[in-house]
């Protein structure tokens, strides 16, 4: 099995075990070979530690570091605490066995809680992958850094450090018709003596992000300039430095879908450089307009799934709903799922892009709402 194949095994294990989250771990994946950053926004209970957890343990002789961050978090928590048998010989050395420094995946769990004490050397762990504490300097080993919050944050301060993290993914509770699947996932995953992990080794890892640094991007070069001018006049700050790190966002999507050269479906990664949650859709649009130009037998699935809905499935998923309601015999509890899927698929309707269409639906869903609550 090839490292390309060893690490796609992984990923669509953490996807069976984590039901509704496949974007999610797709863009773990993009991340650990583009060796960038990764932020998780969203509320408790959405699964982002047991994600990573999940994805670190399938790393062969990897370590994972995992810490949630208070305000009062001090360096030596993530970092270490001085060496005392150093100390005592007059050398300030970081005894950092089974901390930050020495772990392949870490993972800060509400990163934004982050203080002054920790924030110069965790921007430099971020940024440049080393660990710099007094005279002391080391290289970091990790495969990659994981932040997650579940609010963006308010102080400007703290807007270098989400500047860290290249990569920027919506996490929030899966859809209503999942939950069953969700359930019986979530069973085997708390009986974890039923789990055999599929490894990949971080030597591997560590070779395919060598390879994505040869992936050829001529062929995109001029589309992907187009693509910044275009996010930028939409008031989406692509600075010089992250138009460039870009680049190895592409790189991945397109190793780990078996190509040498990257395709204009690879640009599906960029939806994820968002500052804040309202400019979600304006790059969606923008990038998915650029996507629907090309159909390729080997774009990475994720450049399709997030394209608008189709208007006629949908459309039947709304009647197929009105006709349940109809039902006299559902109960209580079969009616609340009825209404938080008639939600999730009045949302998925606002990104319908042919106008007479989506009011037509909307005025199918609209409809249904009266009708429920003339039942009440």
Known sequence: MTNIEQLNHVLQFVKNTFVGKDAIIDLLGIALIAKENAFLLGPPGTAKSAIIRTLSQCIDGGKNFEYLLTRFTEPNEIFGPFDIRKLKEGDLVTNTEGMLPEASVVFLDEIFNANSAILNSLLMALNEKVFRRGKETRQLPALMFVGASNQLPEDEALNALLDRFLLRIQCNYVAPDLLDAVLTAGWKLENKTAIEYPLITPTAIQDLQKKAKTIDLSAVRQEFIQ?????????????DR????LQNLLAASALISSRKEAILS?????????DTEEQVEIIAGIVDTLIEKESHPKAHPQALFNQSPNPEKLLKEVLDLSEKWQDESLSFEDKNLIKDQLRHLQTRCNWIQHQEHKVHIQHQIEALWKSMLQTL
Do not use: M, T
């Not at 693509?227 to 600075?239: D, E, P, Q, T, Y």
């Not at 992250?242 to 790190?245: H, L, P």
């Open 227 to 239: 693509l910044v001018h275009h996010l930028r006049n939409a008031g989406i700050k692509v600075s």
């Open 242 to 245: 992250r138009a460039v790190k």
């Open 266 to 274: 690879d640009f599906w990664v960029v939806k994820y450089i968002w």
